[in-house]
């Protein structure tokens, strides 16, 4: 649904102004009628309405100068003494204001009654009668003034601060994506170099295949969330060239629920994760390797597994994490907080196993 317009915006908001204004008139209006009857002076409530309405009408109209001359000056502009000073003198003035404007009001009130009063004999009676009243009214708009301005400024202010946190968890977002690229791509250029020698074959494969690979990491936008069906796409791409330097000595095995296909991700989250298994599961070992890939669907969460068949982990822990583990971690706190989980452990037939939980809608 989009905002009104300008115009629509200042109807209704003169309209919400008129709406709150008319049902103060109307509660002093039951007050007023109760406490005469009470009193032994009887009015109806035709009267009670008139005159209050016309009190609290002529109060809406000076609320707004009141208002104005409240943000010209705050209460911490300047000197407190000469702030307060300058409130009262307004106070006075304004005050004086509400009792001509509604002398004038209750003179034209009485002349449609066809009871004609002077002005002079509606105005001095309520000089006497409201001037303290109408100090303390003149007090009750500013303090209410000054109420909405403060509770504006923390919003503005609290908004300000959310949009600068966002701005610089994407930029360090953005550091942590530039970081794993290169170190990917050199990873892989040091794979193709061991291989130029000795199967000179294998390794022009695997160059084409890293250019089809950059090709789709240049086409990628950058953003920190990318969908699960391009990611599969990319980390396929990449096992393929892992394929072609490992030969048989590699197998991989990828299990996606369908229903998770759809849901977003972390950019390039899965890349490290296989090559963290590839680096310490594969190739430190002369036998067959396998890789085993799997992502579900669990109520709330996106669940991803990599599991390799290597040593798994020594006792102790590793001794050092690497840069793809480390900005995974770094990555997944500046996205979700405390509401994901990382997971390293050893499988019960042996190997690491890498388990991401990640919120979903």
Known sequence: MSPPSPPLRHVLKFLGYAVFWTLVGLAFAGQFYLSSNLLGRSITWAEAITNSLGD??????LSMPIARFARRFPPEAGAAWRTAGIHLGAAIGFSFAWVGLRALVGQAQNWMLGEPVTFFEVFRPLLVGSLPFDLLMYGVIVSVNHAIDYYRKYHERTVHTLELEKHLAEARLQALLRQLKPHFLFNTLNGIASLMHSDVHAADRMLVRLAELLRLTMSHPGQPLTGLREEIAFIEKYLEIERIRFRDRLSVKIDVDPAALDAQVPSLILQPLVENAIRHGIEPHARPGRIELSVRREPGA????????????????????GIGLGNTRARLRELYGERHSFQLANHPEGGLVVRLSLPSA
Request: net charge negative; aromatic share 16%.
């Open 56 to 61: 609290w009408y002529v109060w809406a109209l």
């Open 302 to 321: 996106i669940v991803l597994t990599v599991r390799d068949n290597g040593a798994g982990e020594p006792p102790g822990g590793f001794t050092r994490e």
